[in-house]
């Protein structure tokens, strides 16, 4: 079954002793367990502290956004946890685009 289900043999132990213990209503899905999406007067602000620059919010170093300084800015200013990749998701279906430089060999 767990082959055919593409799961470990320990998943279906835990699913079967679930069901044994509080029947069909325990396997029943409780929905995804993704966080809290930021509401769109978060997102304005957010947009609007993005344009300010990195340089406003302390990253000095250089003037580029990374996911890495958006995950930074998102948590302290609303205290949500994201990946970088969930980072990189909620940039792009607001239109943002991640660029990456091209590296270029460096030949002596």
């Known amino acids: 079954m767990a082959r055919d289900l593409r799961v470990s ?3 279906v132990g835990r699913w079967r002793a ?7 209503e325990v396997l029943r899905s409780k929905g995804p367990v993704s966080r809290e999406k930021p509401t769109d007067a978060q997102w304005e602000r957010l947009e609007a502290e993005l344009e300010r620059g ?3 919010h302390g990253f000095a170093e250089d003037q580029r956004w990374t996911l890495s ?6 948590g302290q200013l ?9 980072v990189g998701k909620l940039l792009h279906r607001h239109g943002w685009s ?3 430089p091209l590296q270029r060999a ?3």
Not at 69 to 74: D, M, N
Not at 78 to 86: A, K, N, R
């Open 78 to 86: 609303f205290h949500l946890g994201y990946t970088i990749e969930g």
């Open 9 to 11: 043999e320990r998943s």
């Open 98 to 100: 991640v660029q990456v």
């Open 18 to 24: 679930a069901w044994l213990q509080g029947g069909i």
């Open 54 to 56: 990195p340089l406003a």
């Open 106 to 108: 460096l030949e002596g």
């Open 69 to 74: 300084r958006v995950k930074t800015l998102i």
